[in-house]
């Protein structure tokens, strides 16, 4: 019997033996390389493109043949008619694996480590924490009276604390009679009290009067990113805040592209619920590196997520939620042992809360913006939307509050995006186009400058300019239509309609130049209109969501608009209203939430009563499925225009003004856009 | 650097380098070859007799030179001197690792199988498991309705059963959706119901209604033998009873042997642990066979045994039991998950139920056989006694229950005795002397005739007669009494005083030959003086703690004893009476409970109110500390004779004659013992 083929990846050094056949973005996997995908190896993301490497390598001591790897072919031959790939490129979902190979992961195929943008919202919490220290004084042991060591213990909680119905867990009851004899009977105990029983249960304990601070984690697990804070249980201080990308990005970059991951490929669900609970231990360990404090500190961990990640976390197969009727395996709040969903890194009796999830599309991360923002307990009608891969969509105030999810798909988050690009440094975040001259200015993450500010180029030598996020792009289609460049239905000018020689054209449609560095082998930074309609698709999905719960609710407005998550910190309100992501507010009532969803986790963390709080309210809430209503897709259709149909649109006057323009061209699509068009002076 | 020295086992084969100064002993516990230890290490059991192989092996790869084991030492001289050791032979605790060696380890070394003399008594328990299987159809989602499976199951066990606060372990979730969607919304859960909360745990489920039958194991964990009885939850049947040796024997064969063995060797606590732990695993393993199940379908466990093994098998030191004031680290009952105890071949999620201690000699074992016997419901004063290597001793009525434990030490068990060995075949369990010839003869197990009877000698050919377990020590030593062979202080006659060549001198005291196979090779089994001492030791420290408990009481008297323990229900109540190892009471009067504790385990198995019952009483229980009672000693002084100092005895008349004989012999021992003596006509 020969052996399956060699497939040695660089730079990572990386190597394992296949089966004749396998896709190189499955071996890229089983081995842990750091290789992207968008789509779940659908063929249609390109962003596992690899470049193999033929001929001879002694130090690697293989040999690649010319056929190491399978024929070009067809959906690299469109991927290539239609976008180009690079000379000696693949796509590594496409090629599979002949014989022995050496594969190169270029740097664009590689996931960076995310800039975490979640950082932890100022915001005052009421102390009330699920997990405290308790110091008693037992009773020592009485061979006439005998009686347990623990018993003697709970006795002592009982007489001093007026704690009853205490539990230890098995892992510490070998460490009972030590601690008691080390601390000569007296002994700090964490004690984790049940927010729906008020059982209580001994998570760690120490001999006589600890020093050690004890630790919560709230974690934000998104489905790109995975934000934690590490918080003081005694005050709520937030001691650190960190991320990293969900390694789950792996195998598809948006909910459904994981969901079909895990039906196509057995096993596949336990993969990512391997991946990302591996993720979280990495996490644990270096926010508490980063705090200077030991990981066992850390007693409990909340964590706030969508349905898919809740399902995957909790090492449920998704599947269900990828179809009609959309079920849960659980949707109420989750109380579990650390350990048994694998998080070893932290306390070995940590406790784990999970907030309920609202429905099959809205997740417990939705409900941690509700306790984040209590639309319930707010007078004025707020609309709250949570801006990420997925929107999810609250409205409401003290009648009552309606909730909803809207795929608004990954382009907000510049994915799917020509020049798109992650939020990281040297992608461009804002972005202003002179009406007059229609030039752009703009800024880049890792830089406080704008571009036609001194020292700007000096500034992002080392970066460069790498792409465009997602606060960037929306901006970009924002002043795109501001400056003239636009027409209501999204068209782009070419260059003798708008006047500028940064509208070229490509094929049937025009493309508007950001920044062209491609002289020097840089980058071309573009909006295309492929990018227009991608934005346009995501806004309407967005706001016909919010419509659908106008409607359900029976109003045609909202007095105020939240805009949350990571995300929506960066928008920019003007300009999402520009483009008609959200109902007409005037300006100074949209404010940014900051990342709602973690201060929610974080509120949960630090106060019992607001668990009880937002499990009664999940069950209260009005749960409207978009997938289902019709006028959704009434709604979606009729907010594809910049501006959407409602008109007049005074909140904007004196600020902005919308030209009207009309370009036509060949490809036709000036017959889809907005119904009305709107007139400004 | 050299290779630390390779030791080679057989017949096992077994291998693993060791450094320079191993002891065999610690060598063969490691690698977990069968080499028997009563003593734990100490040098005063012989039970690790080893033969060292000299020379080349060229089938194990090594040559194995002269200074291989460490030189002879003191121990092992004095042990040749006094009781010899075979040619060749060496004390594996003794002789160190000094180079590669190949070690044999010869049958008597081997710790054997043990024959399990603890079938299941017939006993009718009513029925009240806390584990119940519940059909219910669940209602399908509803994307209007969103909610999730777990919580329409739930709402399902609800409205068909009327059953609330039902939790799913983490384990189960990931299954719940494909069960219910496999059964089409029908489903089966296993639940089970603590006794304490009446909080419902889902163990496991089915889809649709299962045809699968549920068990539970009650398993008696002893120091010698590990009992377990699988029984149908719904009907409580006994499907089969099976037992092995408790592995710890390695380690020590008495209790206290363990305790210093864990104080001895760091981490020895652990290692016994994982022992018991992994016997109990293979022990559900065969069990599960024997009885045609599969290992998943056992969903539920309860544990009775004594204080150690209840710290053993829970994982803690057991060092606090070692020593005054014998703090048990918790004493209540407990309600643990069998994974966390590393139970992992009965079903993942099955529930295990360890009955509460009552002191911290008087373990979990005692606070069954009270399950089973009731103390507390009788009217008339019942002592019972647990015979095994610790005798647990229960006193009461309606009026109350008293309860100590008495270091009767192994003797009872055939240990410590020179020809004692374990209940096995070929093991005498019965005797009988003839008054007027002093010959004897006597039944072994594995065989139903006397060796007096046709055939006998053709039966016993295979197994052959190999030494004299428990119940045949005290049967004998009561008989020498009877036969007028021993005289009330315990002295053994000569061959002169008793006329009889069975008894030879030895040194300065005698003994008595009951089987000479010496001259075809095969054992030579007699009673020294030294067996008759530790048989007084045994029976004056179980009479001793009974008399204490009834000091206790106030009574000289009780109306009925009862003799419980797998020991117990093979000792004859007549000569347990001559023996003194009990108090007088009619002959009629003395019952045997077989297996109590195992009874009560199956008690506690089958009914949940017993759970509570058991807890309850064991908390009235007057528990007595014989350590530290200064009448104990007293007792135990006064109880050295036989008989005893009770005169008349008038339960014995006419069914045995108890000999007035005085032996005078150079050993000087005719000044101790009883201190009145008996006449019988």
């Known amino acids: 019997m020969t052996q399956d083929p060699l497939v040695i990846f660089t730079p990572s050094g990386k190597r394992g033996r296949f089966p004749v056949g396998t896709p190189v973005l499955t071996a890229a996997r089983q081995l842990g390389v750091d290789l992207d995908s968008v789509c779940g190896g659908r063929g249609i993301c390109s962003k596992c493109q690899i470049t193999p490497s033929f001929g001879d390598f002694p130090k690697h001591g293989v040999t690649v043949s010319d056929g190491a790897l399978s024929d070009w072919n067809k959906v690299e031959q469109r991927y290539d008619d239609k976008r180009g790939l690079k000379e000696g490129r693949r796509l590594g979902c496409q090629a599979t694996v002949q014989s022995d190979v050496v594969?190169?992961?270029?740097?664009?195929?590689?996931?960076?480590?995310?800039?975490?943008?979640?950082?932890?919202?100022?915001?005052?919490?009421?102390?009330?924490?699920?997990?405290?220290?308790?110091?008693?004084?037992?009773?020592?042991?009485?061979?006439?009276?005998?009686s347990g060591?623990?018993?003697?213990l709970q006795n002592a909680l009982k007489d001093q604390w007026e704690l009853d119905g205490i539990s230890l867990p098995q892992a510490l009851l070998p460490r009972l009679q030590t601690t008691l004899r080390k601390g000569d009977w007296k002994i700090t105990v964490a004690l984790h009290t049940s927010h729906l029983t008020g059982a209580h249960?001994?998570?760690?304990?120490?001999?006589?009067?600890?020093?050690?601070?004890?630790y919560g984690l709230a974690i934000d697990l998104g489905s790109t990113t995975i934000a934690a804070h590490l918080c003081d249980l005694r005050n709520g201080q937030v001691k650190a805040s960190s991320g990293v990308m969900n390694p789950q990005i792996r195998f598809g970059e948006d909910l459904m592209s994981r969901v079909s991951y895990a039906m196509m490929n057995p096993g596949g669900d336990q993969e990512m619920t391997n991946a990302v609970r591996n993720a979280i231990n990495g996490l644990t360990e270096s926010i508490a590196?980063?705090?200077g404090i030991r990981p066992f500190q850390i007693l409990e961990t909340v964590f706030v997520c969508n349905p898919v990640m809740h399902h995957l976390l909790l090492g449920i197969d998704p599947v269900e939620l990828g179809q009609a009727p959309f079920a849960l395996a659980t949707s109420e709040s989750m109380s579990i042992a650390a350990r048994d969903l694998d998080l070893t890194v932290m306390n070995e009796n940590a406790q784990v809360y999970v907030l309920p999830c609202i429905a099959g599309h809205v997740g417990a991360d939705a409900a941690a913006v509700a306790l984040s923002e209590e639309p319930d307990k707010s007078d004025d009608l707020a609309l709250i939307v949570d801006v990420g891969t997925n929107a999810e969509i609250l409205l409401g105030d003290t009648q009552g509050v309606l909730a909803c999810s809207s795929p608004t798909g990954p382009a907000f988050e510049g994915a799917q995006i020509r020049s798109g690009q992650r939020a990281a440094p040297g992608a461009i975040e804002a972005i202003r186009i002179d009406p007059a001259t229609k030039e752009?200015?703009?800024?880049?993450i890792g830089c406080e400058k704008w571009s036609d500010e001194?020292?700007?180029?000096?500034?992002?030598?080392?970066?460069?300019i790498t792409g465009i996020c997602g606060s960037g792009i929306i901006e970009a289609v924002a002043e795109m239509r501001i400056a003239g460049l636009l027409d209501p239905s999204g068209l782009i000018g070419s260059a003798e309609q708008t006047g500028t020689p940064r509208c070229e054209s490509e094929g049937r449609t025009n493309v508007y130049v950001i920044h062209d560095a491609s002289a020097e082998d840089g980058p071309r930074i573009t909006v295309s209109q492929g990018d227009i309609r991608a934005i346009q698709l995501a806004k309407s999905a967005l706001y016909a969501g919010a419509r659908l719960l106008m409607d359900v609710r029976g109003v045609d407005k909202v007095d105020r608009v939240v805009l949350a998550g990571a995300f929506g910190a960066h928008i920019s309100p003007l300009h999402a209203m520009v483009l008609g992501m959200i109902p007409d507010v005037p300006q100074d009532k949209v404010q940014s939430a900051g990342n709602a969803a973690g201060t929610?986790?974080?509120?949960?963390?630090?106060?019992?009563?607001?668990?009880r709080r937002i499990e009664t309210l999940v069950r209260e809430i009005t749960k409207v499925e978009t997938a289902i209503e019709p006028k959704f897709q009434e709604h979606f259709v009729a907010a594809n225009a910049i501006p959407h149909a409602t008109d007049p649109f005074p909140e904007l006057a004196g600020e902005v003004t919308l030209p009207d323009v009309s370009f036509n061209t060949a490809g036709g699509d000036e017959g889809r856009g907005g119904r009305r068009r709107r007139r400004r002076g």
Request: contains cysteine; charged residues 30%.
């Open 201 to 214: 249960q001994i998570i760690d304990m120490w001999p006589g009067l600890t020093e050690d601070r004890i």
């Open 103 to 146: 594969i190169d992961v270029p740097p664009e195929s590689q996931v960076h480590k995310q800039v975490v943008r979640k950082a932890a919202s100022a915001r005052v919490i009421e102390m009330d924490p699920a997990t405290r220290l308790y110091y008693v004084e037992v009773a020592e042991p009485d061979m006439h009276v005998p």
């Open 600 to 611: 929610g986790a974080r509120i949960a963390l630090c106060n019992q009563a607001a668990r």
């Open 440 to 444: 752009p200015r703009f800024k880049v």
């Open 289 to 291: 590196t980063e705090a």
């Open 149 to 152: 060591d623990l018993e003697r």
């Open 454 to 464: 001194d020292g700007f180029w000096d500034e992002t030598a080392q970066t460069g």
